[in-house]
């Protein structure tokens, strides 16, 4: 179901006049009351009258994570404190965490966002929704809450981890949808395993409402599969609003973009300069509505690209490529390009093993060194050596033809890479310690 078909259903026309008259209002917004934009576009020679529609976009200066740390905590905020009703943070990997505030206004539009993207997902008024993401500074769990609370459904609020008591709860509440990351979808199957529950059968469960993190197609298959369930895709970072940014819908081809508030463009991260539909890039986003903190032409480094043809759920939002990775997270493996995900996409085909692994990537003698951890299923582990041997060799051979990349394959017991209650980590760079 379509939760705001005036929004989500406009015409191309009308989306574009919307989105250039809240871009005006945002450039002279963001130039009056944030010291560090004035500063930027003074430098950049632009002025906020220059902005008169989206052509213009491209006139105005990137922001990226640093400005925001630059500005820590409050100072990238463009209303005073007593107009700010909620703080996030996302721990950065190093140092202070990025500092997010949200006024009354950006509260209502992330709850409406995010109703959308629970309408597109499967869930209605009469669902009961376990929230297994996060609940504190992290934006999943609040962000997910509010939203499926705005839309009618009832909502669970258990935050992550805690397995026995979530399957309990899918047990006993009843819930038929449950928002958390992928990774931890599949933790979740693998109890119910050991616990000899059938999803199928035990529970009602029917909608997962997964993000967070990058997850390869092949990963959904084996969600979907292994708990019986439509699992959808759904994006966000809390700089940008939290979840809400973007979601799939049931046709599950690319995520649609909330763009009447949230406008994208793909950049060429080398050079800035603006990618044309269908070419892969960095995903840059402009706040059109944001009070808190606006943010123009935001560099995401997440990599993906952008589709405007018509989507067949009725939906004309745009689409977005699911993400395969974070720029930072593409590992360079003696020249090859690579994303976790494609690696997790080759492993996730083969039934011997089981959809947990690891990159351990390292330097030796100055080459870079890559070692991918698999778990073996049980009964691979309980197989012979000689057929322990003939899974490796197909592993690192599958590696090879489809990415280009020699890997050393270490298959390791079941149940040894540690599972993950939120993201999950899936490199250890030892050549960064
Ligand atoms: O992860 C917000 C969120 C919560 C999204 C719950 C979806 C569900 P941050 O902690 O700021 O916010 O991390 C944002 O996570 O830039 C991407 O690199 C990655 N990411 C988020 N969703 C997806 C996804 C939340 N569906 C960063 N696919 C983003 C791939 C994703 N990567």
């Not at 505030?101 to 629970?118: I, S």
């Not at 298959?221 to 809400?244: C, M």
């Not at 939002?317 to 590992?331: C, Q, Y």
Request: negative net charge; charged residues 30%.
């Amino acid at each position: 179901m379509i939760w705001n078909e005036a929004c989500e259903c406009m015409s191309r026309q009308d989306m574009e006049d919307l989105q250039s008259e809240r871009l005006r209002k945002l450039v002279a917004y963001s130039y009056d009351n944030v010291t560090y934009y004035r500063k930027k576009m003074d430098e950049a020679g632009v002025k906020p009258e220059d902005i008169k529609s989206i052509s213009d976009l491209s006139r105005l200066p990137f922001t990226v994570k640093d400005d925001l740390r630059d500005n820590y905590p409050y100072d990238a905020f463009a209303v005073p404190m007593r107009d700010i009703v909620r703080i996030h943070a996302s721990s950065g990997t190093t140092g202070k965490p990025t500092v997010v505030g949200y006024t009354k206004a950006d509260l209502e539009t992330w709850a409406e966002v995010m109703a959308r993207t629970f309408s597109a997902a499967g869930v209605r008024e009469d669902s009961i929704v376990q929230v297994a993401y996060g609940y504190g500074l992290f934006t999943g769990g609040l962000g997910a809450h509010y939203g499926a609370e705005k839309l009618g459904a009832s909502v669970i609020p258990i935050s992550g981890g805690n397995t026995q008591k979530q399957i309990m709860l899918l047990q006993d509440f009843g819930s038929d949808a449950i928002a958390c990351t992928p990774s931890y979808a599949l933790y979740l199957a693998e109890v119910l395993g050991e616990m000899g529950i059938d999803p199928r059968k035990d529970l009602k469960l029917k909608y997962g409402i997964f993000g967070a993190e990058p997850w390869s197609h092949e990963m959904r298959a084996q969600i979907e599969e292994k708990l019986g369930i439509r699992a959808t895709d759904i994006y966000g970072l809390s700089e940008i609003i939290g979840p809400g940014v973007a979601t799939e819908c049931e046709l599950q081809d690319g995520l649609h973009i909330m763009e009447d508030h949230f406008l994208p463009e793909i950049i060429n991260p080398e050079t800035g300069e603006v990618l044309k539909e269908g070419q892969k890039g960095e995903l840059v986003f402009t706040t059109l509505t944001k009070e808190g903190i606006p943010l123009i032409r935001y560099r995401t480094r997440d990599v993906t690209s952008l589709r405007y043809d018509k989507c067949g759920c009725g939906r004309t939002l745009v689409r977005m490529e699911k993400v395969m990775g974070r720029s930072d997270d593409m590992l360079i493996i003696r020249g090859v390009n690579v994303f976790p995900t494609q690696v997790e996409s080759v492993l996730a085909n083969m039934a011997e093993i089981e959809p947990h692994y690891l990159l351990v990537v390292d330097r030796k003698n100055n080459m870079d060194t890559l070692e991918i951890w698999v778990e073996m299923s049980e009964e691979l582990f309980s197989d012979e050596v000689k057929k322990i041997e003939e899974v490796r060799q197909k592993i690192k051979d599958n590696i090879q033809s489809l990415l280009g990349l020699t890997a050393d394959i270490k298959l390791v017991e079941p149940k040894t890479i540690e599972r993950s209650m939120g993201k999950a980590k899936r490199v250890e760079d030892k050549r960064k310690l």
